[in-house]
Each structure stands twice: as structure tokens, then as C-alpha cells.
């Protein structure tokens, strides 16, 4: 069974930083892609960052560029997101799910974890 659980989140004050897992199982992790994304209360889910399994290459979204980073240990079967300088406006449910990063298509990604809040005061 294919499997994503998200791990790190809590709450942190503007301009601090939290580190974001997300253990895979279920699957062979260098098969797939894993992308960050985040939902917001009233807000669609929107692409965050996303890992390229198949060349190291990543990816990020304009918001988060400069602030937050993504890496991959295959050895642990995880996938982090290093968040620096967080802001009020990252407060968000953030997940993780597989897929391709060439997709622009949120929908394209699958195997869904439960998610992690994170919540940015100001």
C-alpha cells in the first residue's frame, strides 16, 4: 500500500523556520516525484515545491522561492521541506503526493498524505 505521512509542522512565529518530512512506503521511491502543497482556510490547493527523483531537479513555487527548500534522502525513503523567513500567508495545511513535476496539473498527483498544519503568527 502506497503510503505518505507528513510530519514538522506547528506553530512558529514570522521569520522562523520549521522542517517539514514526508516518509514514503509502499512503492519504490525513486519511481515517483514528490511535490509539496499547501491549502489554506477558503483557499484552493496550491503547488509549493516539488522533487524530480529522476535528475535531483526541483522545483518552487513563486511565493516560497529563496525561503524554503526541498531535498530528498533516499536511504530514509523521505522527502523534506526546509521552510526559512515564514510569513502570516504561509499558514496552511501543507501536504505531500506523488507525481510528476512537469504536470501542472494538481490533480495529476495522487497518494495524498493526511497533512501537517502550520501556522505562522505575526
Known amino acids: 500500500e502506497v503510503q505518505l505521512v507528513e510530519s514538522g509542522g506547528g506553530l512558529v512565529q514570522a521569520g522562523g523556520s520549521l522542517r517539514l518530512s514526508c516518509a514514503a512506503s509502499?512503492?519504490?521511491?525513486?519511481?515517483?516525484?514528490i511535490g509539496w502543497f499547501r491549502q489554506a482556510p477558503g483557499k484552493e490547493r496550491e503547488g509549493v515545491s516539488c522533487?524530480?527523483?529522476?535528475?535531483?531537479?526541483?522545483y518552487y513555487a513563486d511565493s516560497v522561492k529563496g525561503r524554503f527548500t526541498i531535498s530528498s534522502d533516499n536511504a530514509k525513503n523521505t522527502v523534506y521541506l526546509q521552510m526559512n523567513s515564514l510569513k502570516p500567508e504561509d499558514t496552511a495545511v501543507y501536504y505531500c503526493?506523488?507525481?510528476?513535476?512537469?504536470?501542472?496539473?494538481?490533480?495529476?498527483?495522487?497518494?495524498w498524505g493526511q497533512g501537517t498544519q502550520v501556522t505562522v503568527s505575526s
Open positions: 509502499g512503492f519504490t521511491f525513486d519511481d515517483y516525484d
Open positions: 503526493a506523488i507525481g510528476e513535476c512537469v504536470t501542472p496539473n494538481i490533480a495529476d498527483f495522487g497518494s
Open positions: 522533487f524530480n527523483s529522476s535528475d535531483g531537479s526541483t
